[in-house]
């Protein structure tokens, strides 16, 4: 106990890392994420194969290969980012991938006569996409973009790997100098454990509000 | 820096090392958590509130917490506590309590999406409820989430990758070790990504024609 | 896109192999020899940017405050006061063992000052000056463990903690191949896994596992080390002769010229005794 009121400093600026990388990573897939899933929907042959890929290699590789990437091979290539700016591209361009195919399956849910419906009145497709479908694919998304938000969350404590000195990162050099791997990754798992919970939450009340039109 | 792709093929052997690695890795831990998710859903769904709750607890603690924090757990606590076990053993067990309450949902969902008539079905020819679940439901509610399954598989092949911060010596590592020892980084990590794609593209497929022969028609 | 999965191997390894192609490209182009120094940008900028680990006491590792101190650190700082007039104009970047290469390599950092022993084989990545400290690479045991020479740790029932690195995997191989091997990626942790039972054995500096033997009563260093005299040097981006130059000048003033005295007071401070001609790390044969 006396130990992890000693390291609570410490690991309130990992901790303080973390909120920081899982924000902006949010922030940045889900932008990424609709622009790639409008792409996907309703863009041309040749983007549409892009993302595709783009998505099957997302799909494939696991995010620590592509952190190392940038964080190794990069900088032989002339572009040099520090741990903090690409963990934060990487971890993003990542998770976008699952966004795209958040945002898509929403929009594809919406059924098809509300489509047929908007037409009869007379809207052209991108009105109909932003009166009519949007707010109603915005409720099925809600869910597993919380999900999906809890998975970037996580994913963040791989830029411990790289030398950042995040929530786990900073764990783990406490419990490699004091042996005490209970009572600090208890800690730890603790403090995430918090962060995705009231994620959820927040998520759980936008849910509520989107329900609220009916 | 040359782009030298006759050296993709000199480092592969050293990198085909790691991948052994990793199969042996992915392999028990797919299987392991496809068996430990069975005690772990009917825990789930039991009647006790209690043991309802706990199992949910336990669902919510491993779902918020990133894997490499409990790799680490285990790792170190083991050695602290005396019964230190192997990176492997570690990895492998993280692995399988994560990826294990995942699956558990996953089954969940296909046992409550099992059509009621057909648990009534087995009543009514004088089945046990237990007899029921075990003969009539799961089976079914199995084969129905096969794609979900073969999803977690491929997230627990690419978790596998995490094993290399617990001394593992899989495609990861090797990659890594390989890397400080020559300038071609390029050509290592692409050599990488191939195998991992390659890896999740096999495990899909074959997942793809377990589902065909099991589909409920 | 509902393809066979072999046809979508086949499309990845395509996409792949174009990326590949064209960063390619871009990284032969990327390498033009600019025709200032580094040594320029740094008096410029007025700071100097180490690199360096956090977890390798006595060189360069955090304290309890999650401050960076060490032998190395105090090295960094009088280097700084040499060329900058003041000890506080350094920037460290904290690395990992295989992430120095790169951050000297990228720009990142200007110079590397890492416990980084100098051998041939990254000497093709990186330029060396000469060594600012001897060193050599030990064996550091339990006490319990009743460990007493090399020969008696090359045993399946012995576990070695080592660092990620291709140098410490090839002695391994070497010197004790048959016992088990957890590999780390910094000293910290192999520590750690010493000093809770999981290895019974690390490998490291030796000076580092002195450090660790005079905290830690029931560890102790085989008399044995594994090669001979080695040094620690600073590293940067080769190509770079105008750094380069002053910085082995700076290293030779300090090591055996006119910044001795403050070279002596850090190396007193960290090692407890004054620093060398006299060579103090035993000569071991093979």
Known sequence: MHLLLASAPLL???????????????????????????????GGIVLRILVEVYLYVVRGVPLLVLLFAM?????????????????????????????????????????????????????TTPRILTDIVFRQALRVAAPPFVNTCV????????????????????GKAIVERTLAPFEIFGAVALAYLALCLVLSRLGRQLETRLNYVH | MSVDLGFVTRIAPTLAQGLGTTVALAIPAILLSALWAIPVVVGLMARSRLVARITADYVELVRNTPMLVQMFFI?????????????????????????????????????????????????ALGLTKRKTFAIVVLPQAIRKVVPSLSNQGILIIKDTS???????????????????????VFEIFFTLALFYLALTAIFAGTMRVIERRVRIA | M??????????????????????????????????????????????????????????????????????????????????LGDANKVEFVAVTSEGRWPAVNSGRADIGIATTTVYPDRALHVAFTHPYIDSGISILVRQDAKIDSLAALN?????????????????????VPKAKLLTFDTPSAEFAAVKSGQAQAMQMDTPVLNWYAANNKELKVLPESLGVIQGNAIFMKPGDFTLWLWMDTMVREMTQGSRYNEYSDIYQKWFGRNPPPERFYGQSGK
């Not at chain 1, 934060?88 to 976008?96: D, E, G, H, K, Q």
């Open chain 1, 71 to 123: 964080y190794y091979a990069l900088p032989y290539a002339g572009i040099a980012l520090d741990p903090l700016a690409g963990g934060i591209a990487v971890i993003s361009l990542y998770f976008a991938a699952f966004m795209t195919e958040v945002f898509r399956g929403a929009v594809l849910s919406v059924p098809a006569g509300q489509w047929d419906a908007g037409r009869a009145i007379g809207l």
């Open chain 3, 2 to 83: 509902n393809a066979s999965w072999l046809g979508q191997v086949r499309t990845a390894a395509v996409v792949l192999l174009a990326a590949f192609g064209v960063s390619a490209l871009i990284a032969g182009t990327a390498n033009a020899q600019s025709a200032t120094s580094r040594l320029d940008e740094i008096i410029k900028r007025d700071k100097l940017i180490v690199a360096t680990f956090s977890t390798a006491p006595p060189f360069c590792y955090t304290d309890e405050g999650g401050k960076l101190v060490g032998f190395d650190i105090d090295i960094a700082h009088l280097i700084a006061k040499s060329l």
């Open chain 1, 12 to 42: 309130a600026r990992g901790a303080a890392i973390t909120v920081y990388l899982s924000v902006l990573a949010i922030v940045l897939a889900t932008t990424l994420g609709l622009i790639l899933a409008l792409a996907q929907l309703y």
């Open chain 3, 155 to 175: 045993d399946a029932k012995f576990t070695l903690a080592n660092l990620s690195n291709p140098q410490m995997a090839d002695r391994a191989k070497r010197y």
């Open chain 2, 162 to 184: 995490l094993a290399a911060t617990v001394s593992v010596a899989e495609l990861t590592f090797q990659a890594r070790l390989l890397a400080d020892r020559t300038a071609a």
């Open chain 1, 151 to 170: 998975m970037v969350v996580k994913g963040t404590s791989l830029v411990s790997i790289i030398g950042l000195a995040d929530l786990t990162y900073v």
């Open chain 2, 75 to 123: 790792f170190f606590g083991s050695g602290v506590i005396g019964f230190p076990l192997s990176g492997f053993v570690a990895a492998l067990l993280a692995l399988v309590l994560q990826n294990g309450a995942y699956v558990a949902e996953i089954y969940r969902g296909g046992i409550q999406s099992v059509a009621q008539r057909q648990a009534e079905a087995g009543l």
